[in-house]
């Protein structure tokens, strides 16, 4: 492991004399992972932030993390180092317009991905994550109808690994519907043996290529307990820090992204928007902060806890 710096050491101190945990998701900047005390998938995440004894959460990810994070402390406090660090899903799916939805279908079963706002959890009967999204949905009764939000292509593929009907709200996520499938298929014909993994927010026809489809923790799993040495990997390029760690003798390439992305590999702005200086000046200065009132808290928290029980 590289040796910590100043700036490093400085935050590990810090975080010990305040009682504070960072929680960081596998998208962050590499010298962000190294200072976490734990790294994971959004499942785990949330998990660990139900569990922790510390006083204080900082949370290196997106803002429907940290949030989700304080919805399940509503008595610590939680910090996220940039409030502006959002989600392109999340912002797909806008409270009004949401509930008017609901409202024309009064008796289904909503199921929210947990990329979405604490408002929108409100109105959901069960979260989950793309870990855990195929068992909440089979644990549906097969008779109730179903309305999933916000993910559309996360959505598509548990309607057809479950073979439930869906209705499926119009979202996606900017950085997993970048990917290009002519220069994937362009890649795989340079390297023949590689086995293509993907995260389930990718488009249909991404997935339809996929040898291994899962969470940023499942794809880590797959590939470390995998017999091949090549992968080409469709998800967040942040996830390439760990997987590597993991697989140093591996070798993985990043999913390539159309001609006309910003990025020729692809990174989500929003979880980049954190910086190891912003980290440790938010746990410095205990600000930006996150902060709900009881009643979202209140309402956010019983479908979270209905996928914690499932999970
Ligand atoms: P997971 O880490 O749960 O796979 O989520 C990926 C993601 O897009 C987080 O925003
Ligand atoms: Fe949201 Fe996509 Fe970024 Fe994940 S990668 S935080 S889903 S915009």
Redesign the pocket.
Known sequence: APQPTTLQEELAQLKKDKNAVILA???QEPEIQEVADFIG???ELAKKAAETSAEIIVFAG?HFMAETAKILNPSKRVFLPDLNAG?SLADSCPPEAFRKLKEQYPDHVVVTYI?CSAEIKTHSDVVC???NAEKVINSIPPEKQIIFAPDKNLGKYLMQKTGREMLLWDGA?IV?EAFSLDKMLELYKQHPSAKIIA?P?SETHILKIANYIG???GMLNYVKGSEHDTFIVA??AGILHQMQNDVPQKTLIPAPAKEDNTCACSE?AFMKMNTLKKLYDCLAKETPEIKLSEDLMKKALVPIKRMLQLS
């Open positions: 998701h596998y998208y998938d959004s499942l997106v989600c990329n994550t793309s870990s996520c997993h995260h927010e969470s940023t923790s998800t967040e989500c």
